[in-house]
């Protein structure tokens, strides 16, 4: 059974950091992981995501410069190193995973961590 178990949300200050970690079992990633997040009232939007075989990323306009997507595929993990964090970050984060090159089309989700940046 494939499982994507988030960590690493919680309560930061504005321009503060924080960095999401998503570990995955059941089977091996090499396509591509990302992280998805959705806001209160609104629908879930794409962050960031890395495809593995050619270690491409793609990044939401809004995040830029400021987050960072990383993997460990030797321990089946992604992570999401976020800095200069704003009140406009405060959503669920959401992992993702695809067995093949995708940016927008995921087979696997992990359960979600919430990220509160306070002003």
């Known amino acids: 059974q494939v499982q994507l178990v988030e960590s690493g949300g919680g309560l930061v200050q504005a321009g503060g950091s924080l960095t999401l970690s998503c570990a995955a079992s059941?089977?091996?990633?090499?396509?591509?992981m990302g992280w998805f997040r959705q806001a209160p009232g609104k629908e879930r939007e794409f962050v960031a995501a890395?495809?593995?075989?050619?270690?491409?990323?793609n990044y939401a306009d809004s995040v830029k410069g400021r987050f960072t997507i990383s993997r460990d595929n030797a321990k089946n993990m992604v992570s999401l190193q976020m800095n200069s964090l704003n009140p406009e970050d405060t959503a669920v984060y959401y992992c993702?995973?695809?067995?093949?090159?995708?940016?927008?089309?995921?087979?696997?989700w992990g359960q979600g961590t919430r990220v509160t940046v306070s002003s």
């Open positions: 993702a995973a695809s067995t093949s090159w995708t940016w927008v089309s995921y087979e696997y």
């Open positions: 059941g089977r091996t990633f090499s396509g591509t």
């Open positions: 890395m495809w593995w075989p050619g270690r491409i990323t």
